[in-house]
Every structure is written in C-alpha cells, then in structure tokens.
C-alpha cells in the first residue's frame, strides 16, 4: 500500500513562473519530510527537509510547506528555472528514521 | 565531504544467474546504508537497511539479500535472478544520528533477458 502518494506524474511550468509539487501521505506517524530532485540515470539528490514541529522550510529558491492536519506537503519553485527540470520525489519517515517511504514522482518540465 | 560508490552502472544477466552489486561510502564513519529498486513507472522502494556491520534488515521477502562486510561496504546479492528482479537499483547512506536525509548513488540498472 502507498504510504506516500505524488498524484501528478508531469508538470510543465514556464520559465520564470512557480512550480508547485504536491504530496500526500496516509500514516499520521510521519514526522520527517524529504524532496529529491533526480535527473535521468542519475541517483536522487536531497533538495530540502521538514521536520513535523515546522509547517514551512525555504532554502533559496526551494520551499517546503507541510500540512499536518491534511497530511499534505509542496514544494515550491520560484523562480522556476530549465535546469530544474527534472523528477521530484518526496519522502516520508517516522520516529526512527531508518525507513523513508517514496512517492512516485512528478516530472517536472520547465518550458523556456 | 561524504561520497558513495555504487557499480556498475549498468549490467545485462540472463534468467537463473547470480547476481552481486557493490556500495562503497567515503568520508564517513558507522553510516547507516540502504538498498533501493525502482521498478519502471514507480517509487522507490526500500530493500534492505543496516545500521552497522552484519546487521541487515529486510523490508520486502524476495530472492535478494544483502550483506555489509566492512563498516562502508554494502552488497546486494542473488543466487538466481528473475526476469521480475529488472530495475533500478539505488544505494544510499545516512549519518548514524536520526532523522537524516539520506544520500544515493548514481545506480544500476539492471536488465534480465
């Protein structure tokens, strides 16, 4: 069963605008939040983190919004650039912090 | 600064071989290492995880299995592979101190004929 769920496969965004990344999880024991951005044949890279005792973490241009009561986060992108064009996966773990449950990603394409 | 190794990139096996994937991780001491598989058109799905040397803890019953015989080495290991086994396999390692981000490599896809 799906845990962590990204139900947009693709986005396409242009240059310059935001981009809005959403996800859901079902276990309200989540406490640690995670984005990945991973290009083609290529590992996934950490972007940004959220611990549950926050509801927004921002580094640079990357934003993490969580909402505890929905079970939602998003990761915003402004502003929103070709190189970022990529898959974004989230990512959630409980208390001990061993196992991370992925979603499946959305593809995000930023159109010049 | 912190690096993981992961090979080969990419290899070809036919149905019924073995099958053995190394991970190597640099710049750390007693990290905790992870083996992924992305299946085509899915998440990434957790395999294995070990918090320290000969501690493996299996998330998924399958015919993989892993070993960690050094304190930065990992393995994942089969004795006969399946057509079902095809993927993507992702390491990846964490600081000891939890929560933490985890870090991948760049992966290997693996293709069964």
């Known amino acids: 069963d799906q845990q962590v769920k990204q139900n947009s496969p693709s986005l396409s965004v242009q240059e310059g605008r935001i981009s809005i990344l959403n996800c859901d999880y079902t276990?309200?024991?989540?406490?640690?939040f995670l984005w990945y951005k991973k290009y083609p044949a290529e590992g996934p890279t950490f972007l940004i983190s959220i611990s549950s005792i926050k509801d927004k973490n921002e580094d640079g241009r990357f934003t993490v919004f969580l909402n505890k009561s929905a079970k939602h986060l998003s990761l915003h992108i402004v502003p929103s650039q070709p190189g970022d064009s990529a898959v974004y996966f989230c990512a959630a773990s409980g208390v001990t912090g061993n196992q991370f449950y992925f979603g499946t990603g959305t593809s995000l394409t930023v159109i010049p | 600064s912190q690096t993981i190794h992961q090979w080969p990139a990419t290899l070809v096996q036919p149905v019924g071989s073995p099958l053995s994937l190394e991970c190597t991780v640099e710049g750390t001491s007693n990290p905790n290492l992870y083996w992924y598989r992305q299946a085509a058109g899915r998440g990434l799905q957790l395999l294995f995880y070990?918090?320290?040397?000969?501690?493996i803890s299996s998330e998924v019953p399958q015919n993989l299995s892993a070993s960690r015989p050094q304190d930065r080495q990992f393995i994942l290991s089969s004795k006969k592979l399946l057509l079902s086994d095809s993927g993507f396999y992702l390491c990846?390692?964490?600081?000891?101190?939890?929560?933490?981000?985890?870090?991948f490599g760049d992966g290997t896809r693996l293709s069964i004929l």
């Open positions: 276990n309200s024991m989540f406490d640690y």
């Open positions: 990846a390692w964490s600081a000891d101190r939890v929560p933490q981000p985890q870090h």
């Open positions: 070990s918090v320290g040397i000969g501690q």
